[in-house]
């Protein structure tokens, strides 16, 4: 059983702040804001009336992806756009909408360079940025930088530490990525406390690891019995380390259908259905501790912009 009144989750930026609430369940969505079902690139025309219309109708965040190549064998190309070049774009065109990366892939950028674009992008937007960061899933992008892809679990740790050195005061770091001393200090600062970190799936990390560095985790779409477990098992492992509660949120690939009452069907990593069936899932997922749901519309059976209006009209209030 969950607390009836769970502990407020850490203020860390407005973007974080808005987005997760413990307790309660809010939705985003997966860039790109697109329908492709049938090749790997998505056409990005529109995109940015998209994302305006996802934040007038009142998703709390737009989530980019860190994807530098098209790999044939994964299927998909992401929104195809540096995904910091986008937010800035994003950040001057958008007032209230969390600006969300799941995930940038820390062992394959230098995290000076990382930390310096996330603080900028955070300023710019007015404190909206939540960064996902991840290990990487993709071998082959590995040799294409010259970045060994077996070693990639303790670039992600010394990556990680680096970029939170670099919103202290005074930072000081020194790790394969370089030493930082007194003398240098990186600017701008996050315009909020600190970058929001959250750490994908394991990242090759422990899970006390996970617990105790991140602002959150974003995790997978599982079974409810399968899913259930793994939260309370999160759960338990902050409060047995003494850290505060902290967001999960998970994706999920739908396909809104016409028909209100019609029963789920099986996609690739979710389901499609009307909207009523959507609700009593999305319920269950907030009953049991998510905090979020990126949905992905890539699978989407009706145009984009109506499919968005349908989920305004018929899900996100059941959230509000």
Same mark, same amino acid.
């Given at each position: 059983?969950?607390?009836?009144? /769970?502990?407020?989750?850490? *203020?860390?930026?407005?973007?974080?702040? $808005? $987005? !997760?609430?413990?307790?309660? =369940?809010?939705?985003?969505?997966? &860039?790109?804001?697109?329908?492709?079902?049938?090749? /790997?690139?998505?056409?990005?025309?529109?995109?940015?009336?998209?994302? *305006? *219309?996802?934040?007038? =109708?009142? !998703?709390? &965040?737009?989530?980019?992806r860190d994807v530098p190549f098209n790999v044939p064998s994964f299927g998909d190309a992401g929104q195809l756009y540096d995904p910091f070049a986008f937010l800035g774009y994003l950040a001057a065109k958008t007032n209230e909408i969390a600006l969300g990366v799941a995930s940038v892939i820390l062992p394959l950028r230098h995290p000076a360079h990382l930390a310096k674009a996330a603080a900028t992008a955070d300023v710019l937007s007015g404190g909206r940025l939540i960064l996902g960061v991840a290990s990487g899933d993709r071998p082959e992008e590995y040799p294409a930088m010259n970045r060994d892809f077996d070693t990639r679990g303790e670039a992600f740790r010394e990556s990680l530490s680096y970029i939170r050195a670099m919103g202290n005061p005074v930072p000081q770091?020194?790790?394969? !990525?370089?030493r930082v001393d007194t003398s240098l200090d990186l600017l701008p600062k996050p315009a909020g406390r600190k970058l929001p970190l959250l750490i994908t799936g394991s990242s090759r990390q422990s899970p006390d690891w996970i617990a105790q560095h991140g602002d959150g985790w974003m995790t997978y779409p599982r079974s409810g019995v399968s899913q259930d477990r793994v939260l309370q098992d999160w759960q338990a492992r902050l409060s047995k380390l003494g850290q505060p509660p902290?967001?999960?949120?998970? /994706?999920?690939?739908?396909? =809104?259908?016409?028909? /209100?009452?019609?029963?789920?069907?099986?996609?690739?990593? #979710? !389901?499609?259905? #009307?909207h009523r069936a959507l609700v009593q899932y999305l319920k269950e997922l907030e009953a049991i501790g998510v905090n979020h749901v990126a949905l992905n519309l890539r699978f989407s059976s009706n145009p984009v912009e109506d499919t968005l209006d349908a989920l305004a009209e018929h899900v996100l209030p059941a959230f509000a």
């Open positions: 059983m969950r607390d009836k009144i /769970p502990a407020p989750f850490e *203020q860390i930026n407005r973007g974080y702040n $808005t $987005t !997760f609430r413990n307790g309660r =369940l809010s939705l985003g969505l997966v &860039a790109p804001i697109a329908q492709y079902r049938k090749g /790997p690139v998505a056409d990005m025309a529109n995109h940015l009336d998209r994302v *305006q *219309q996802a934040e007038t =109708l009142g !998703f709390k &965040a737009i989530w980019l770091v020194d790790n394969r !990525f370089g902290k967001p999960v949120l998970q /994706p999920l690939y739908v396909d =809104l259908a016409d028909n /209100p009452d019609e029963p789920p069907s099986s996609i690739h990593l #979710g !389901f499609r259905s #009307g």
